[in-house]
């Protein structure tokens, strides 16, 4: 092993290591920065504003729902109407017979 060069001026070596090391992180942040603003505006802004734009929407119904309640009911029950025609018009009963046997074929 060789000797490590000393010299009396540790304080003065040190600055100057962080220094350089300090130089060295302001360019490779900058370049980060760089690339970081074009994915935030490629991806992050937009979804961003999708998010306040829900929320506002959200906020806005619920406005309006407080202000006319008779509305949001109304929309409920033909929903909610709406679901049971849908549910009771399903499917038609066959006998197991009619149903299952190429005989007994519905069409």
Not at 67 to 86: C, E, N, R, V
Request: net charge positive; charged share 25%.
């Amino acid at each position: 092993m060789g000797k490590k060069k000393v010299s009396g001026q540790w304080k003065e070596d040190a600055t100057k290591k962080a220094k350089n090391f300090l130089g060295k992180a302001k360019k490779s942040a900058a370049k980060v920065v760089k690339s970081g603003g074009k994915t935030y505006g490629s991806y992050v802004a937009p979804t961003v504003g999708l998010f306040k734009s829900a929320g506002k929407l959200a906020t806005n119904v619920g406005k309006v729902a407080l202000k006319f309640p008779g509305t949001g009911l109304a929309a409920s029950g033909l929903y909610y109407g709406a679901k049971a025609l849908a549910n009771r018009q399903k499917g038609l009963k066959f006998s197991d017979y009619r149903q299952f046997n190429k005989k007994g074929r519905k069409f």
